[in-house]
């Protein structure tokens, strides 16, 4: 039986860093709740979630997972891993076993994100070079963090880390939903993400949802304490 206290696990997304959580950080730590932000590698799906399972799996006690835009992608596959109790999708892709993310999004209308992304290559160890994606920095305000203060825009665009272009083709290869109780926040007003997306991802898990109508995608740093109290719900709810 698990009597440790529970540890979040944050998970960013791409085009962001472990920066995007500090509000939220600050906020769960006020309420005595011990947590961590990941440095997610960005480069696979697969090898993305099995560093988060790897990561959680050394902590002692319960864990909830708590995944940002494809960092929901990355729980959904670690949250299998045994001291997962919970899973916190926040503007994120909640996937099905076997689904990709290009095969979800596909069935919804596309956001400006598809025709603002800028190609990159990056070297792989005995292979040709591979292609990564960040948003333009012109199209960064709109697309990622409208409800942002300009400063601000200006310093998550600089500081946005690529995501492998193959993370949109890859499998999931387990929906960790099924078996763990979830959350989802959907911001109401993400350009990144469909937001029906969202949605239709956070329905399927049977996720207790909670909805920001104007929110970005960069909702973790727009309304960090609406974000860390989902978390909060969770991890009490899980306890």
């Known amino acids: 039986m ?3 206290p529970t540890t979040v696990i944050l998970v ?5 860093d472990v920066s995007s959580w500090l509000g939220v950080i600050d906020e769960l730590q006020r309420h005595g709740i011990a947590v961590r932000a990941l440095a997610n590698p ?3 799906l697969a090898s993305d979630a099995a560093y988060v399972a790897s990561v959680a799996s050394q902590i002692d006690g319960p864990v909830v997972l708590v995944g940002h835009s494809y960092g929901g992608a990355l729980i959904t596959v670690a949250g299998t891993t045994e001291n997962v109790v919970g899973l916190v999708y926040i503007a994120a892709y909640v996937l099905e076993e076997g689904e990709s993310l ?3 999004q596909g069935r919804f209308p596309a956001t400006p994100l598809v025709n603002n992304l800028k190609k990159w290559t990056y070297p792989v160890e005995g292979g040709e070079p591979a292609t990564e994606v960040s948003i333009a920095e012109e199209a960064f305000p709109c697309v990622f963090a409208a409800d942002v203060s300009p400063s601000v825009v200006k310093v998550l665009a600089a500081c946005q880390r690529p995501l492998a272009a193959s993370a949109f083709t890859e499998a999931a290869a387990a929906a ?3 078996t763990k109780p979830s959350w989802a926040l959907v911001a ?4 990144a ?6 949605r239709f991802g956070a329905k399927r898990a049977g996720a207790r949802i909670v909805e920001l109508k104007g929110a970005s995608h960069a909702v973790t740093v727009s309304q960090p304490k609406a974000v860390a109290d989902l978390i909060r719900d969770a991890v009490g709810m899980t306890n």
Request: no cysteine; hydrophobic share 40%; charged share 20%.
């Open 2 to 4: 698990l009597t440790s």
């Open 12 to 16: 960013h997304g791409a085009f962001a």
């Open 42 to 44: 960005l480069r696979g």
């Open 102 to 104: 290009g095969e979800l």
């Open 176 to 178: 960790a939903w099924k």
């Open 188 to 191: 109401g007003a993400d350009q």
């Open 193 to 198: 993400i469909n937001p029906e997306v969202e």
